[in-house]
């Protein structure tokens, strides 16, 4: 079965400083890998996604995501955090074949950007 | 604004009694997915159609039961409720079967 660690459940960094939310995964088969945000009282937003290709996957609000498949890793990074991207942050893989599929979640963090 | 309606947005009732709620995929996707996000649990899958027909089962409770109906809406149906269920319940929809997913903004429910 697909699974998603999130190792630390909250991140703390400086506005301006740059972040990175980690993320390491166990599948079968080739990952489909997925950055969601969730900001309060609010629904998943799409951030980014690796399905083949380049190892630096770049996504939504200047956020971007390492695949590394040695270390199983797809860890999100922004270059300059901004306080509007504090929010919970969810990796997840997509689980499933031709026929159906869902989506395994991660724990979560949540990103503190302090000013 | 990701294109996925979910309505009712709060919703509170009774342990014992049923509750429907409702999702209108974006325009063209084809996919439906429900989700549930408790503080212990996470987020959950619980279940996925696709144009109509059932694709995938998660951790879905037999007091729960979903359908899409032919214009793509779906409904998640949760009867006999429990204190356990409050939670917030997302859908999501996509294009196909490997397209990103795009979610509501979720429906909270509160059993009392």
């Known amino acids: 079965a697909q699974s998603v660690a999130q190792p630390e459940d909250q991140v703390n960094v400086a506005e301006g400083n740059p972040l990175t939310v980690k993320c390491t995964y166990s599948?079968?088969?080739?990952?489909?890998l997925f950055w969601y945000v969730q900001y309060p009282n609010r629904g998943l937003q799409f951030l980014l996604k690796?399905?083949?290709?380049?190892?630096l996957v770049k996504g939504s609000y200047g956020f971007e995501a390492e695949f590394n498949k040695s270390q199983t890793s797809f860890h999100l990074k922004k270059p300059s955090a901004l306080v509007s991207d504090s929010a919970l942050y969810f990796c997840?893989?997509?689980?499933?074949?031709?026929?159906?599929?869902?989506?395994?979640f991660g724990p979560g963090t949540r990103l503190s950007v302090l000013p | 604004d990701s294109g996925v309606t979910q309505t009712p947005k709060h919703l509170i009732t009774a342990t014992g009694q049923r509750v429907t709620l409702r999702c209108s995929p974006r325009?063209?996707?084809?996919?439906v997915y429900w989700y549930q996000q408790s503080l212990d649990q996470g987020l959950q899958f619980l279940i996925q159609?696709?144009?109509?027909?059932?694709?995938a089962k998660g951790n879905i409770l037999e007091r729960f039961s979903a359908q899409q109906f032919p214009d793509l809406h779906s409904e998640l149906n949760l009867s006999s409720l429990e204190l356990g269920d409050s939670a917030l319940y997302f859908c999501?929809?996509?294009?196909?079967?490997?397209?990103?997913?795009?979610f509501g903004p979720g429906t909270r429910l509160l059993v009392l």
């Open positions: 325009s063209g996707d084809l996919s």
């Open positions: 159609y696709y144009n109509g027909e059932e694709r």
């Open positions: 999501a929809s996509s294009l196909g079967q490997k397209e990103t997913q795009y």
């Open positions: 599948v079968s088969g080739n990952p489909y």
């Open positions: 997840a893989v997509r689980d499933g074949g031709n026929y159906g599929q869902n989506f395994v």
């Open positions: 690796y399905i083949t290709g380049d190892n």
